[in-house]
């Protein structure tokens, strides 16, 4: 059996914490976790953590100003330097490979799951930055990503060839995404059953580009009378709700349901996914609609391009081209035979195979 040490920020539901629950579930009772957060909370997944065999869930205050903290955490991995250790907190993760190393844990994995930097990039915070980057590429016994887009972003100097440097993509396993008998229906969200209904899941963040969710929704919704939009995902209901109630058909059209763990069945609402992401590391949603069956309409951001299979490439549209996304949506809304051409589902379930893609991550560890 396996011993590992997994790091995060919390427990929330976002890719990282999503693909662990997945990952770990998947290898249930063949793995014995710890799941370290290192931002000392824990969040809306820790339930379903707790229902992985054997886990050990810690919460942890960690930082590069908390020599306390440190000397606790090298303490901890000395006592379990049997473990291996995988951090997903990227270019974050290089103070804890660090202490790791020091307290002889052999195998240190990063695993960088977004594709760009996630901060105001001041002076300071980009010498921080850089400072854990070098920590990573020194201590690392290998750096994953889930894209190659990642790798470029933050390693453009790798020598490419080397095995130290690895792709593995997000493993979903279809089975969950089969509805055969719908829990919901348009009506449950106060759509009419007859009205064509767009959706997206995601956290609120600035990446996930909510103004241009609803601008397009603010243009198609005054233009069609049966268009509806339904946004899932943390904060959504909260960070939206004033632009939402001071616009009268926006009001009335615009669903946010905020954080949701019955996915799989929302999805069964929707007629098309939108998902005009500004930047991603590998968009397990834009999976998931595509398991579904559903025809996507996504930015053409390199992480998507990856995600999504080459005939689809000359269809996406840059993040903030609002008349593009607008037009686009139409095409689909006006073409019910181009809604069912594009429907990628075969071709995702074959390329996000859980059981190979689980597997290469499971053998670096």
């Not at 790091?7 to 063949?30: H, P």
């Not at 942890?60 to 951090?87: A, R």
């Not at 089975?175 to 055969?180: A, F, G, T």
């Not at 397990?284 to 999504?308: Q, Y």
Request: charged letters at 25%; aromatic letters at 14%; one cysteine or more.
């Amino acid at each position: 059996m396996k011993r590992i040490i997994f790091v995060v920020t919390s427990l929330n539901s976002g890719g990282i914490e999503n693909y662990l629950l997945r990952f770990l579930t998947f290898f249930d009772g063949e793995i014995k976790p710890i799941v370290i957060c290192k931002g000392n909370v824990y969040g809306e997944l820790e339930h379903d953590f707790r229902k992985i065999k054997q886990i050990k869930l810690i919460k942890f205050d960690y930082g590069f100003y908390n020599p306390v903290s440190i000397y606790k955490m090298y303490n901890f991995f000395k006592y379990y330097k049997s473990y291996s250790v995988c951090d997903f907190t990227g270019n974050f993760a290089g103070l804890i490979l660090l202490t790791s190393k020091l307290a002889h844990n052999n195998t240190r994995l990063a695993f960088y799951r977004g594709s760009t930097n996630h901060f105001d990039e001041t002076r300071v915070k980009l010498l921080y930055n850089n400072i854990m980057r070098y920590l990573v590429k020194q201590n690392a016994t290998k750096i994953l990503s889930n894209s190659y887009s990642a790798l470029d972003y933050f390693f453009s100097d790798r020598d490419k060839n080397n095995p130290r440097y690895k792709v593995i993509y997000n493993g979903i396993d279809a089975e969950n995404y089969k509805v055969n008998n719908p829990k919901f229906i348009k009506e449950d969200f106060g759509i009419p059953l007859n009205a064509f209904v767009i959706g997206h899941t995601g956290r609120y963040n600035s990446a996930k580009n909510h103004d241009t969710i609803l601008k397009v929704a603010d243009i198609l919704c005054n233009k069609y009378s049966d268009i509806y939009f339904m946004l899932c995902g943390r904060d959504t209901e909260l960070f939206l709700s004033r632009t939402i109630s001071n616009n009268s058909v926006l009001n009335d059209k615009v669903k946010t349901l905020g954080y949701r763990d019955d996915i799989q069945e929302l999805l069964s609402v929707f007629d098309l996914f939108f998902f005009p992401s500004i930047t991603e590391g590998q968009p397990n949603s834009v999976i998931e609609a595509m398991i579904s069956g559903l025809p996507i309409v996504a930015s053409n951001i390199n992480p998507i391009k990856e995600t999504t299979p080459i005939c689809l490439h000359k269809e996406l549209i840059a993040p903030l081209n609002v008349e593009g996304f607008c037009d686009r949506i139409e095409e689909y809304y006006l073409s019910e035979k181009k809604r069912e051409k594009n429907n990628f589902s075969v071709w995702a379930i074959e390329r996000f195979n859980p059981n190979i893609l689980f597997n290469q991550f499971y053998n670096e560890l």
